[in-house]
């Protein structure tokens, strides 16, 4: 299983960025898919998940309103939306493949992770 997350970069706040996970086939057909970010100190937090068909999605407090998680299968491709970003979603993020069609808001149910792309809002 293989997540390349990309799209990260360098924002003024109040701006957006798009963040893409590519996966390989067999992860996006059955499975459930998240976002998370960790700030330097900080643990790694979950921002958004989406179920393996995308008709169900879940996000983080910090993030519901501005940020939109997605999927087209047929591109094997997972999307993060994020709007109206602030100096606090300043973090490394990463993409991560459930286990089963709905991964919900905890690390541990997604065992398959990307890279990471670091997202840095200044002001």
């Known amino acids: 299983v293989q997540l390349q997350a990309s799209g990260g970069g360098l924002v003024q706040t109040g701006g957006s960025l798009r963040l893409s996970c590519a996966t390989s086939?067999?992860?996006?057909?059955?499975?459930?898919m998240g976002w998370f970010r960790q700030a330097p100190g900080r643990e790694r937090d979950f921002v958004a998940g989406?179920?393996?068909?995308?008709?169900?999605?879940a996000y983080a407090d910090s993030v519901k309103g501005r940020f939109t998680i997605s999927r087209d299968n047929a591109k094997n491709t997972v999307y993060l939306q994020m709007n109206s970003l602030k100096l606090e979603d300043t973090a490394v993020y990463y993409c991560?493949?459930?286990?089963?069609?709905?991964?919900?808001?905890?690390?541990?149910?997604?065992?398959?992770w990307g890279q990471g792309t670091q997202v840095t809002v200044s002001s």
């Open positions: 991560a493949a459930a286990r089963f069609p709905w991964g919900g808001n905890e690390a541990r149910m997604y065992p398959y």
């Open positions: 086939a067999r992860t996006t057909s059955n499975n459930g």
């Open positions: 989406i179920s393996w068909r995308g008709g169900s999605t």
